[in-house]
Nanobody, 130 residues
Framework: VQLQASGGGLVQAGGSLRLSCVAS???????????MGWFRQAPGKEREFVAA????????YYTDSVKGRFTISRDDAKNTVYLQMNSLKPEDTAVYYC?????????????????????WGKGTLVTVSS
């Protein structure tokens, strides 16, 4: 599975951005069976979990610092996952990575949060100015 993220850019604090991630290469009709996630890595820091959505969008998960500001969603017909980011803060500045997971033994949120996912895309840079 290949993941292509887009939508990053420069925005002022308080502004909004929507990231998109298109998946390709999954066997026909199986994108909905992948859990999808967004992670980020700020300069000088380790990569951290941001948000995840379970297969078929049944459940969503967020790190505390983005709850109420970010929304993850998926469109299985388009093999795409989105991250709507509102009320952006300078501390949200990071490279954002899209990820996917379909291993049956890695099928829950704590595992994704703590251990990441299996497939990774190249990141897209989000810069929030104060």
């Amino acid at each position: 599975v290949q993941l292509q993220a887009s939508g990053g850019g420069l925005v002022q604090a308080g502004g909004s951005l929507r990231l998109s991630c298109v998946a390709s290469g999954a066997p026909g009709g199986t994108f909905s069976s992948y859990a999808m996630g967004w992670f980020r890595q700020a300069p000088g820091k380790e990569r951290e979990f941001v948000a995840a959505v379970s297969w078929s969008g049944g459940s969503t998960y967020y790190t505390d610092s983005v709850k109420g500001r970010f929304t993850i969603s998926r469109d299985d017909a388009k093999n795409t996952v989105y991250l709507q980011m509102n009320s952006l803060k300078p501390e949200d500045t990071a490279v954002y990575y899209c990820a996917a997971e379909n291993r049956p033994y890695r099928n829950n949120y704590p595992q994704w949060r703590d251990g990441g996912m299996y497939y990774w895309g190249k990141g897209t840079l989000v810069t929030v100015s104060s």
